[in-house]
């Protein structure tokens, strides 16, 4: 159901409609208590509705709750509230419409003012400066979201705002999963998380999904990095790695095929870096994260 300025969500008073996007509407909000503008997401009712689905996305929201970091977007609440719903036939007998109570279950974030990166793409990329400065942000960011246990599995240029000062954000992690340590001993370089999902299910944005996330295979955190090579792809053409006429030709592209080759002007290293990120088996991707941001920074210092 759709939220208009005025309406309560508990202490939290509907400001404006930011967007909507496969898990659920956002709003701009305001706190009552605190007196302090938030985004509240409202669930999609095939999540609220599921008791199951809706105790994961709790859970998930409470791990990602603990990532306190100045580029993940902070979470601050859930809750649920009993709102007047829309009409439904009375009683036989009875005239009139009468309201079907409607439980609405929200997720309450920071308010992140500023541009995503779809926006600050143009079609001809960006300067290589304004791409490492955002590519090492958003990496820090998965690196410690992947540290905490936690794959995104929807890393996209939608999903990252930069705000006026340059500030690097990332959004979005409705679809996060905590991964599962497999393996034991006090090495942690021996482990390997594990983000299940149930066979066959595929989650995600097409355009940037790994090969094995298209297929629907478990992902871990070598996921997030094909997709962050495919957002550090988009950042630097201006186009995305892998766009064709449909969703399923997409995604079979993605499981089959290679990106256009970047521009001769990009850096040789930088094209490896994306190269690295972008292979379709995770066994012969950067493995950990922190590399990537690493190799980012180090080509930064050779950049200027």
């Known amino acids: 159901m759709s939220l208009a300025a005025g309406m309560r969500l508990g202490p939290y008073e509907i400001l404006a409609p930011i967007g909507a996007g496969g898990m659920g509407e956002v709003y701009k909000a305001r706190d009552t208590r605190l007196d302090r503008t938030v985004a509240i997401k409202i669930l999609p009712p095939d999540v609220a509705a599921d008791p199951d689905r809706r105790a994961r996305f709790e859970r998930e929201a409470r791990a990602v709750a603990a990532l306190s970091h100045p580029h993940i977007c902070a979470i601050y609440d859930i809750g649920e509230v009993l709102l007047p719903g829309p009409e439904s036939p009375g009683l036989s007998g009875v005239e009139g419409r009468v309201p079907s109570p409607v439980t609405v279950h929200y997720l309450v974030m920071e308010h992140v003012p500023g541009r995503t990166l ?3 793409c143009s079609r001809k990329g960006m300067t290589l400066s304004d791409t490492l400065r955002y ?3 958003i990496a820090d960011a998965l690196v410690a979201a992947h540290e905490a246990g936690v794959v ?6 939608g999903n990252v705002m930069v705000t006026e000062k340059g500030v690097v954000k990332v959004l979005d992690f409705g679809l996060a ?4 340590q497999s393996g034991s001993g006090p090495d942690d370089s021996t482990r390997t998380d594990i983000a299940a999902t149930e066979p066959g299910m595929v989650v995600g944005t097409v355009a940037y999904m790994s090969p094995e996330q298209a297929e629907g295979n478990p992902v871990d955190a070598r996921s997030d990095i094909f997709s962050f ?3 550090l792809y988009e950042m630097v053409m201006g186009t995305p790695a892998f766009q ?3 969703k399923l030709s997409t995604l079979a592209a993605i499981i089959a095929q290679e990106p256009k080759p970047l521009s001769p002007d990009v850096p040789h290293d930088l094209v490896t870096i994306i190269g690295r990120c972008l292979r379709k088996d995770p066994a012969h991707r950067f493995q950990h994260m922190d590399d990537v941001k690493v190799a980012l920074l180090e080509l ?3 950049s200027d």
């Open 118 to 120: 779809d926006d600050l």
């Open 135 to 137: 590519a090492i942000q």
């Open 152 to 157: 995104h599995r929807d890393v996209k240029p």
């Open 177 to 180: 999963k905590r991964t599962e």
């Open 229 to 231: 090579g495919a957002v």
């Open 244 to 246: 064709a006429g449909s």
């Open 300 to 302: 930064q210092d050779d």
